[in-house]
C-alpha cells in the first residue's frame, strides 16, 4: 500500500509538532510555510494539510506575530491509524469499477475481499500507535535535531 502525499504530510507535521517542548517561544513556533520548505512540498499542499489538520482538532495555527503551528492535546494522542484511515480515505485498494463498467469478474472475485482484509489489518495495526508513541524513543531527539530552524 502506497500513502498519498497529504497523507505523508500530514503524519510528518504531527511528528515534527509532537517534538516540540511545551514551553517553546512562540517566536520559535514553525510556521506552514517553513515546515513545507523542509519537507520539500508546496507551501499550498502543506496549507490544505495544516487546514484538513486544523479542522480535525489536532493542530492549531496561530496566525500573526509570534504566530505558527501547535500541536493539541488530541493531536499529540491521534492514533497514527485514524490519521492515515482519514487522509486516505475508505475506498478499495483494487479499481473493480473503472468509469461505468465493473471489472467483468467483480461478482466472483475474491481478490477484492482479500484486499479489504489486508487494508484494514494495515489500519488495525496502526490504530495502536499515536502520534507521541512513533516520536518516543530515538526519533524524537532525532526529529527535534533536524527541525530546530536555520539562523
Same mark, same amino acid.
Given at each position: 500500500?502506497?500513502?498519498?502525499?497529504?497523507?505523508?504530510?500530514?503524519?510528518?507535521l504531527?511528528?515534527?509538532?509532537?517534538v516540540?517542548?511545551?514551553?517553546?517561544?512562540? !517566536?520559535?513556533?514553525?510556521?506552514?510555510?517553513?515546515?513545507?520548505?523542509?519537507?520539500?512540498?508546496?507551501?499550498?499542499?502543506?496549507?490544505?494539510?495544516? *487546514?484538513?489538520?486544523?479542522?480535525?482538532?489536532?493542530?492549531?495555527?496561530?496566525? *500573526?506575530?509570534?504566530?505558527?503551528?501547535?500541536?493539541?492535546?488530541? *493531536?499529540?494522542?491521534?492514533?497514527?491509524?485514524?490519521?492515515?484511515?482519514?487522509? !486516505?480515505?475508505?475506498?478499495?485498494?483494487?479499481?473493480?469499477? !473503472?468509469?461505468?463498467?465493473?471489472?467483468?469478474?467483480?461478482?466472483?472475485?475474491?481478490l477484492?475481499?482479500?484486499?479489504?482484509?489486508?487494508?484494514?489489518?494495515?489500519?488495525?495495526?496502526?490504530?495502536?500507535?499515536?502520534? !507521541?508513541d512513533?516520536?518516543? *524513543?530515538?526519533?524524537?531527539?532525532?526529529?527535534?535535531?533536524?527541525?530546530?530552524?536555520?539562523?
Amino acid at each position: 500500500m502506497h500513502l498519498m502525499k497529504s497523507t505523508d504530510l500530514a503524519l510528518r507535521l504531527l511528528m515534527r509538532l509532537a517534538v516540540l517542548p511545551p514551553d517553546t517561544d512562540p !517566536e520559535e513556533l514553525p510556521t506552514t510555510r517553513e515546515v513545507a520548505e523542509s519537507m520539500g512540498a508546496a507551501t499550498t499542499h502543506m496549507a490544505k494539510v495544516v *487546514g484538513r489538520l486544523q479542522h480535525l482538532g489536532l493542530v492549531q495555527a496561530r496566525r *500573526g506575530r509570534g504566530g505558527g503551528l501547535v500541536l493539541t492535546a488530541a *493531536g499529540r494522542a491521534a492514533s497514527v491509524g485514524a490519521v492515515v484511515r482519514t487522509f !486516505e480515505g475508505s475506498g478499495d485498494l483494487a479499481a473493480c469499477v !473503472e468509469g461505468d463498467e465493473p471489472c467483468p469478474i467483480n461478482a466472483a472475485c475474491r481478490l477484492r475481499g482479500a484486499l479489504r482484509s489486508a487494508q484494514e489489518a494495515f489500519y488495525t495495526s496502526l490504530d495502536q500507535l499515536t502520534i !507521541e508513541d512513533v516520536t518516543a *524513543g530515538p526519533t524524537g531527539p532525532l526529529l527535534l535535531s533536524i527541525s530546530r530552524r536555520r539562523p
